[in-house]
């Protein structure tokens, strides 16, 4: 069989093209040959070699994992490099969100970044090619710069439902999630750590950094000055957790200063004054002009980074949003005798005649989305900048207290729980990941999975051993590493690209190896705690983990 599409490139004719590649394939056997030895080039570039304590349960764990990688091979591939497409979070296997591109890529991409950029930059440019529909969008509702749509139709435009049905009781309730307006911050956070995993400076120079500056615009417009506070604030929003769409007896949607929507908010202005402050002379002064970008915007940017308003009950909480210490604690104990299981807790309230607006419950990450994006150093920088407390046991606190209070009802969830819990409670957090794994195999949230596999979980479970069990950020020209193996993992070796470098990483509980295959490139830095090496082709470089403390 031969597909062509009139879209394909170097064609005359699809129909014509498709009978010619059946003319000239070379028959079952060579391309099956072709197609294995493609397949070990993937996994070799994508595997890993994982040694568990466990041997039945980890050979189960190694077989999922292998899994997921496969699945997010057969969505986004090399072939992908070739098309004008985003990410579709349940892949290509059901029917659920319709095709729609939602913000699963921040989940995503770091994998992909680490292993084969160049899928991330063609993914990243499908947002860039609907910069124009998320500036009509932004004008259209009032603001200024880009709007991206929560749920990303075909040409940009939002497509979330104004409805949604639940199966649990029958009702049509009114969906609000468009006003998740965090998936701006989401693609400036792609484009930039894009950036910052390869180097990719034409990218930044004439894609990534427009989108950046025009969402800073957007939540520049977007923000409110309170002369009571003397502070600025995001009014109307969602954040991450879904369950809290309004305020309890509100007939308004909408919740104010989201604690997530405004730091990612602050984020992305500090981001886009480092983007203007990288660009080379000439495209600085090419892209201001043509963004009409003017001195007292960049000056209005700097203020608000340095004046959000954030809120904090219960002595260095901090609130989910502006009012959640109000809300009802919910009877977890009760619903669990009850249900059984309460991911849905949603359907379960609605089905009762309640809301979760009515109470302190999640169904996935939201404050503690800040943990999983932010290293604790990066977290102190922003929260001293807004002229706010941060203290160490900020985190722990924080992670405590809103995961009694989650039910976990995205497959997601357990990807952010078991990151932000690597270093405070690592059996909690292995435990969390394991959980993550079988969202899909097992079916975890009861009937979702024949809809299409949760790509964003997948692809999370993969980089919770990437990135979190190891450590790594890629921030400040570096590429930082800080190993956390959870007991039951005794070695991990795997394969990364970082700015044009391949780099074998090779962990065990006491010792940590890169090797640097032969390139043409600059050294790359790289460091563990406080000791940073320049790293070259054809080098070896070895760290005594059991020297140093960095958590």
Not at 130 to 135: I, K, M, P, S, V
Not at 191 to 202: H, I, M, P, R, V
Not at 448 to 470: F, K
Not at 478 to 490: A, S
Request: glycine fraction near 6%; charged fraction near 25%; aromatic fraction near 12%.
């Amino acid at each position: 069989m031969s597909l062509f599409t009139s879209r394909d490139e170097a064609i005359s004719e699809c129909g014509l093209d498709a009978r010619k590649a059946i003319s000239r394939a070379p028959g079952f056997n060579k391309l099956l040959e072709e197609h294995t030895l493609y397949w070990q080039h993937l996994w070799h570039r994508y595997g890993m070699d994982l040694e568990e304590d466990d041997g039945e349960r980890g050979a189960r764990n190694k077989m999922i994992l292998r899994l997921h990688i496969f699945h997010l091979l057969q969505t986004v591939s090399m072939q992908t490099i070739k098309l004008d497409v985003g990410v579709p979070p349940r892949g290509w296997h059901g029917e659920a969100y319709r095709g729609h591109i939602f913000w699963d890529e921040l989940f995503i991409f770091p994998l992909l970044n680490l292993r084969t950029p160049e899928i991330t930059r063609t993914l990243l440019n499908y947002r860039y090619r609907r910069l124009n529909e998320a500036r009509f969008a932004a004008q259209a509702a009032g603001y200024a710069g880009a709007m991206y749509p929560w749920q990303s139709g075909s040409d940009g435009r939002e497509e979330s439902q104004k409805v949604h049905l639940n199966p649990k009781s029958g009702n049509w309730i009114p969906d609000n999630s468009r006003l998740q307006r965090h998936v701006n911050a989401a693609i400036a956070w792609n484009a930039w750590q894009y950036y910052q995993a390869t180097g990719d400076l034409e990218f930044l120079c004439f894609y990534g950094a427009e989108m950046i500056l025009e969402i800073a615009r957007f939540w520049a417009s977007l923000a409110t000055w309170s002369e009571e506070h003397q502070r600025y604030e995001i009014l109307g929003v969602m954040g991450p957790d879904e369950y809290h769409d309004a305020y309890p007896d509100s007939d308004r949607p909408g919740l104010n200063n989201n604690a997530y929507t405004n730091v990612m908010a602050v984020w992305v202005f500090i981001c886009a004054l480092k983007v203007l402050d990288t660009l080379p002379p000439d495209r600085h002064r090419e892209l201001t002009e043509g963004l009409d970008l003017q001195d007292e915007e960049i000056e209005k940017w700097d203020h608000i980074s340095r004046r959000m308003r954030l809120i904090f009950h219960d002595d260095g909480i901090i609130s989910q949003f502006e009012g959640y210490d109000q809300l009802e604690e919910f009877d977890w104990q009760s619903y669990q005798e009850k249900y059984g299981r309460v991911m849905r807790l949603d359907r379960i309230l609605d089905a009762e005649n309640d809301t979760p607006n009515r109470y302190k419950c999640s169904k996935q990450g939201d404050v503690l989305m800040l943990f999983y994006l932010f290293s604790a150093d990066e977290l102190g920088e922003i929260f001293d900048r807004l002229g706010y407390p941060f203290e160490y046991k900020t985190i722990p606190k924080n992670i405590e207290y809103y995961l009694q209070r989650t039910s976990h009802g995205s497959t997601l969830s357990q990807v952010v729980h078991s990151w932000v819990l690597t270093r405070s409670d690592r059996a909690e957090s292995w435990e969390l990941y394991t959980m993550a794994l079988r969202s899909d195999i097992d079916d975890i949230q009861g009937g979702t999975t024949p809809e299409g596999i949760h790509l964003g979980a997948m692809a999370g479970t993969v980089d919770l051993i990437q990135r979190a069990y190891t450590g790594i950020e890629t921030r400040g020209e570096v590429l930082r590493l800080n190993p956390c193996l959870p007991k039951e993992i005794k070695s991990l070796c795997l394969r990364l690209r970082y700015r044009r470098h391949s780099v074998d990483l090779s962990i065990t509980r006491d010792k940590m190896t890169l090797h640097c295959h032969e390139c043409r490139v600059e050294p790359i830095k790289v460091a563990y705690c406080e000791d940073e090496r320049r790293l070259c082709g054809g080098e070896t470089i070895e760290f005594d983990l059991m020297k140093a403390d960095c958590s």
